[in-house]
């Protein structure tokens, strides 16, 4: 099955990345393997790229890409695990001297409309949502173990859904009468039927918010990238560059605060005369703010509308 998916922010990344000759990088987060794909190119002759994917329909996809743009295999090392143990995966292949980490904290447009797990609305699919599917809870066992202030702050917290507290107490209606929840579209028309009359009209607006926060949740995202981001900046090389794309506010908030604290140094307290913690920045911020689409790409992919990156270098 062909993983089909736009790398988002493409030549940006590779911009801030730097890749040259003979270098090693880590594409934390694979997906479709187009940021792999062009650091490869880059990277000729030996430089090699370690692709780290929950998804194992992702790292197959990748070896048919690499066979068919006759990459060499032993420049790639391909792992299926969550990017939140990188420190671990890069041990375990003894992959050192690493000059770049990307990581796109986004959903595929293979696993949105192709996957067939629930994570858009506008099909009718089990609601699972899980990136990795040895994971036992799925999106289904989120909806009916939750209670009803759970749901809401969920919906609230990672949707930033307005009308939260009435679709979760509807999701939990259901649940009292015994209704399923187990389908996209099921989930679909209790959001609906939840909302004010005057914003049905607007059911898909929440619907998307609803099924992002819950896919968020379900997957554990802002913990993963709350856990990923030092772990991946201490195995940086002096030098090696931290490339994060994140799509939603949340997300963004988390990268931009760990990337001020590395490149601030001095932790003391603003009440102190005079620095006593000694401790120097770790690193240098090369976007001051993040960098979004252009209008071009824009026009050939929609869904890279909400995409920030930003971009950090190891001193």
């Known amino acids: 099955m062909l ?8 030549q940006e990344v590779i911009s801030y990345l730097k890749p040259g000759s003979d270098e090693n990088f880590v594409d934390a987060t694979l997906g479709g393997g187009g940021y792999s794909l062009e650091i490869l190119k880059h990277t000729e002759a030996n430089g090699k790229v370690l692709g780290i994917d929950l ?8 070896k048919l890409q690499i066979q068919n743009y006759k990459i060499n295999a032993d420049r790639v090392v ?29 959903l595929s447009s293979f696993e949105l409309d192709q996957s067939g ?6 099909k009718s699919e089990p609601l699972d949502m899980r990136f990795n599917q040895s994971q036992p809870e799925d999106a289904a066992f989120y909806l009916h173990s939750k ?14 859904e307005k009308f939260a507290g009435l679709i979760a107490k509807k999701i939990t209606q259901y649940k009292l009468n015994k209704l399923s929840l187990k389908q996209t579209r099921e989930l679909y028309e209790v959001i609906k039927d939840a909302l004010p009359k005057p914003f049905k009209h607007k059911a898909d607006d929440s619907a998307r918010r609803i099924f992002q926060a819950l896919r968020i949740a379900v997957n554990h995202e802002l913990e993963n990238l709350q ?21 939603h506010s ?28 000694g401790q120097n ?18 026009e050939k992919n929609s869904r890279s509308k909400p995409a920030k990156l930003r971009a950090i270098v190891k001193n």
């Open 147 to 160: 209670t009803e202030a759970e749901l809401r702050k969920i919906f609230e917290d990672f949707g930033e």
């Open 3 to 10: 993983y089909d998916h736009i790398p988002v922010l493409l």
């Open 281 to 298: 920045p770790q690193a240098k911020i090369l976007t001051k703010k993040p960098v979004i689409p252009s209008e071009a790409e824009l």
């Open 227 to 247: 856990e990923f981001l030092p772990k991946a900046f201490n195995i940086l090389r002096p030098g090696g560059r931290l490339v994060v794309v994140s799509f």
């Open 78 to 106: 391909l792992h299926h695990g969550n990017f939140q143990h990188i420190d671990k995966i890069v041990k375990s292949h003894n992959f050192e001297n690493i000059s770049g980490i990307v990581a796109d904290i986004g």
């Open 250 to 277: 949340l997300e963004d908030r988390i990268v931009k605060q760990y990337f001020n604290g590395l490149s601030k140094g001095c932790v003391c307290p603003p009440e102190f005369p005079m620095c006593i913690c």
């Open 55 to 62: 998804d194992t329909v992702a790292l197959e996809n990748f």
């Open 117 to 122: 797990r629930g994570f858009s609305f506008q």
